[in-house]
């Protein structure tokens, strides 16, 4: 039973640009939801997909943009690329049902800007 | 606005000692908590969630505690092992939405 996959593992990209990161959720699961976590520091809540439209948002930038699939997977665009957007970019995973429970993460892409 | 903060930022323990992580959270109206460990280079590992109708639950080696009145939780690992040496997150589920809330997180060093 496959976890939370994510790609790629590293990026290194230069101010201004354009990135793409992309998420397959843990089989079973239809909620994805994206973090930032910058070194040293928790993760940071940015968006929530469910049903592929975004369902909750962060306190983030519209540089920060996401898409969910049919298939339940997720990109993460950032845009216009800033020096502060270097972190560890992590995706997680649930089920949309009543009540709480855990999220379930990967293991994230380093993004690097320099 | 809503945080969860830890008390300390490392601890250091001997294998085979008892280990406590502290939590304090600022939103009363939070009903779901959760326990993550990471691991260098590793995305958070969930190791035990606690409801608010709750004041404590047992996992294996592990156990959380919950005080509403002060806004306290706590992770108590029995028997460390230097495999535990990790970054602990404490997490705060909102209400409506899985929206997780981390706080900065506790380094936790077990010395063979």
């Known amino acids: 039973d496959a976890g939370v996959t994510q790609s790629p593992t590293h990026l290194i990209k230069t101010r201004g640009q354009q990135v793409t990161l992309r998420c397959s959720p843990k089989?079973?699961?239809?909620?994805v939801s994206w973090y930032q976590q910058a070194l040293g520091q928790g993760p940071q809540f940015i968006f929530q997909?469910?049903?592929?439209?975004?369902?909750q948002r962060g306190n983030f930038p519209d540089r920060f943009s996401g898409h969910q699939f049919p298939n339940y997977s997720s990109e993460l665009n950032v845009n216009a690329l800033l020096l502060g957007d270097s972190a560890l970019y992590l995706c997680?995973?649930?089920?949309?049902?009543?009540?709480?429970?855990?999220?379930?993460f990967g293991d994230g892409t380093r993004l690097s800007i320099l | 606005g809503e945080s969860v903060g830890l008390h300390l930022p490392t601890l250091s323990v001997q294998e085979g000692d008892n280990s406590i992580i502290n939590c304090a959270y600022s939103n009363s109206a939070s009903d779901y908590f959760i326990w993550y460990k990471q691991e260098s280079g590793k995305g958070p590992q969930f190791i035990i969630d606690?409801?608010?109708?709750?004041d404590k639950r047992q996992g294996q080696r592990v156990t959380v505690l919950l005080n509403k009145t002060v806004k306290h939780l706590s992770l108590q690992i029995a028997a460390t092992q230097p495999g535990d040496s990790a970054v602990y997150f404490c997490?705060?589920?909102?209400?409506?939405?899985?929206?997780?809330?981390f706080g900065t997180g506790t380094r936790l060093l077990v010395s063979p």
């Open positions: 997909y469910y049903e592929e439209e975004e369902r």
């Open positions: 089989s079973g699961h239809d909620t």
């Open positions: 997680a995973s649930s089920l949309a049902v009543h009540g709480n429970q855990p999220q379930h």
């Open positions: 606690i409801r608010s109708n709750m």
């Open positions: 997490a705060e589920n909102g209400i409506s939405f899985q929206k997780l809330v």
